[in-house]
């Protein structure tokens, strides 16, 4: 774990050789959690809520959409769209909930062995997944297709990204809402990533995944998928070429940044001592509008323990390097098309 940490910080250094983490252009967070377990099934999200809003201040953040991360079926900790809505109460200009992690996310992972669905079954998840928009939710998050375990707490979590569950995607076209999609990059088979891979819990062996992505992303080109965690690769396969061929071929799917020094060394946006890498900047060019920043940060309540990896900063540097056309799109003006917000987060 310290090797971990101390790895991060230096990575998070080396950025900031090329690109500082000072307030620039303000910005959209499309992705992020709150952590309110104090143990001894007590909670403070509220305290989370302060802490992300004193963040975003010191950043430049003008609003961030907060999620529920893809739980696992009966986890202890699992929450969802309701806990959130309470938490974010005082400050309503400067969030927005996505949902479904909490509830939709296990009924997928419990169903993700077979490759068929019964009526009730789906009946249930359509009941459920109308039931997150009906509460304010903007759109359906954080769902899974590929999610490796980084740790004792970190369940390995996999569906086919076509799986019949991921009827999803016709509820997200009906209702106008997105879906944000956690999913590590697997084009070829291959065997353990290096890091923080571990085997078990997580497979001997990468199966490929692109093929089945595809076929949801086909499945209802009115529906907007979004894919997390562009620049956090950990199987060395999320390539700004892989990256670049779905973007041309799906005008359904969208992307968002996230980096940190806990991924594999590879496939990162900013580059030591140059800033921002130039087949990225060509990249962002080429699609100006299919990019976002969603940096993943936990926020968590000072009245617990538990800690993780700093992702805001990098966002923030990512974010000082854009010229400020291009800023402007994948800081604001992008978030706010995707997900159908208003324009409240603007400046009085």
Do not use: C
Not at 65 to 94: C, G, W
Not at 175 to 195: N, V
Not at 214 to 233: F, M, Q, S, T, Y
């Amino acid at each position: 774990m310290v090797g971990r940490w101390v790895f991060a910080v230096a990575l998070t250094m080396a950025m900031a050789g090329a690109a500082r983490a000072e307030p620039g252009a303000a910005y959209i967070d499309a992705h992020a959690h709150l952590f309110g377990d104090v143990g001894r099934g007590e909670t403070d999200y509220p305290g989370a809520v302060e802490l992300a809003v004193r963040t975003m201040d010191a950043l430049g953040i003008r609003k961030t959409l907060v999620m529920p991360p893809p739980f696992a079926p009966s986890h202890p900790q699992s929450y969802d769209v309701e806990t959130l809505n309470r938490a974010i109460a005082k400050h309503p200009d400067r969030f927005a909930v996505l949902g479904g992690g909490g509830t939709l996310n296990p009924m997928l992972a419990a169903a993700a062995g077979s490759t068929t669905v019964d009526d009730a079954l789906k009946a249930r998840f359509t009941e459920a997944a109308h039931a997150v928009l009906d509460q304010g939710a903007v759109g359906f998050g954080e769902m899974m297709a590929e999610h490796f375990s980084m740790g004792p707490d970190h369940p390995y979590l996999s569906a086919p990204a076509d799986h019949p569950l991921l009827l999803l995607a016709d509820i997200a076209a009906l209702r106008d809402a997105p879906i944000d999609i956690h999913m590590e990059a697997i084009e070829h088979e291959a065997g353990p990533p290096e890091g923080r891979y571990r085997s078990p819990p997580n497979p001997s062996r990468l199966t490929p995944n692109s093929e089945a992505f595809e076929r949801l992303l086909a499945h209802n080109p009115k529906a907007r998928i979004v894919w997390a965690h562009l620049g956090w690769d950990n199987t060395g396969q999320r390539t700004p070429d892989l990256t670049r061929r779905l973007l041309a071929k799906h005008p359904n799917l969208y992307v968002h940044f996230k980096m940190g020094g806990d991924s594999l060394p590879v496939n990162q946006p900013l580059v030591k001592g140059q800033g921002l890498g130039a087949e990225w900047l060509e990249l962002i060019k080429e699609f100006p509008d299919r990019f976002m920043i969603g940096s993943d940060q936990f926020f968590v309540t000072p009245r617990a323990q538990k800690r993780f990896p700093q992702h805001t900063k990098p966002m923030r540097m990512l974010m000082n390097q854009l010229p400020p056309d291009l800023a402007r799109r994948v800081g604001v003006e992008n978030v706010r098309r995707v997900y159908t917000l208003g324009d409240e987060d603007a400046p009085s």
